[in-house]
């Protein structure tokens, strides 16, 4: 049972455009969640996360929207740039002493110059 | 910087082969996961390691063992390789406390011919 569902599977814009990419988790456990960022023959690396005490969280043109009640967080990218064409995952850890982490299957996004 | 270096990025073998991947990091981080990646799947967890000689099953966990005899090193081996572990595999690390960010290294793209 996947627990953390991660929407569209790929997204193809222009730059200057806003793409969004959804996620929605289903454990009400999770107490963090992560954004990954992942180019081409590099392992990914963390962007930005959130904890559920807050609806939203910025940090420079990427930013998360987070509601608590629908069990669900998306990813904003302002002013996007064909450097930020890469594969982003969503994440979910239930805190505590376990530090697994639960990934969304990926989303592919494509910034056309 | 963290440095996570795993000891192959490509490699080949063959159907029912013993075959280890080996991975290393210079923080010392407690604890190390190792994952495999698949197009339309995400990240998914074979195995982690919370401390030396310390081991838990992740997601996926058959068909592979780990050994971690050092603190900053953790080895995943497939008994008898298949073709249906071909894959890229992906090690991460991540320190004890309240950050949960983990730390990837750069792959080993593992075919099983």
């Known amino acids: 049972q996947q627990q953390v569902k991660q929407s569209p599977q790929s997204l193809i814009v222009q730059k200057g455009g806003i793409p969004i990419i959804n996620c929605a988790y289903e454990n009400t456990a999770f107490d963090y969640f992560p954004w990954y960022q992942q180019f081409p023959g590099k392992g990914p690396a963390l962007l930005i996360a959130?904890?559920?005490?807050?609806s939203e969280k910025k940090e420079g043109r990427f930013t998360i929207s987070f509601n608590k009640s629908a069990k669900q967080f998306s990813l904003h990218i302002m002013d996007s740039q064909p450097g930020d064409s890469a594969t982003y995952f969503c994440?979910?850890?239930?805190?505590?002493?376990?530090?697994?982490?639960?990934f969304g299957k990926g989303t592919l996004l494509t910034v056309n110059p | 910087d963290v440095k996570v270096t795993q000891s192959s990025r490509y490699l080949v073998k063959r159907t029912g082969e013993k075959v280890f991947l080996e991975c290393v990091q210079d923080m010392d981080h407690e604890n190390m996961f190792w994952y495999r990646q698949d197009p339309g799947l995400g990240l998914r967890l074979i195995y982690f390691s919370y401390d030396v000689k310390m081991k838990e099953k992740g997601d996926i966990p058959e068909g592979y063992s780990v050994s971690r005899e050092k603190k900053e090193r953790f080895s995943l081996i497939l008994e008898s390789a298949s073709t249906n572990q071909t894959s890229m595999y992906l090690c991460a690390s991540l320190p004890d406390g309240e950050s949960y960010e983990q730390y990837f290294g750069p792959g080993t793209r593992l075919t099983v011919t």
């Open positions: 959130i904890r559920p005490d807050v």
């Open positions: 994440a979910a850890n239930s805190g505590g002493s376990n530090y697994k982490l639960t």
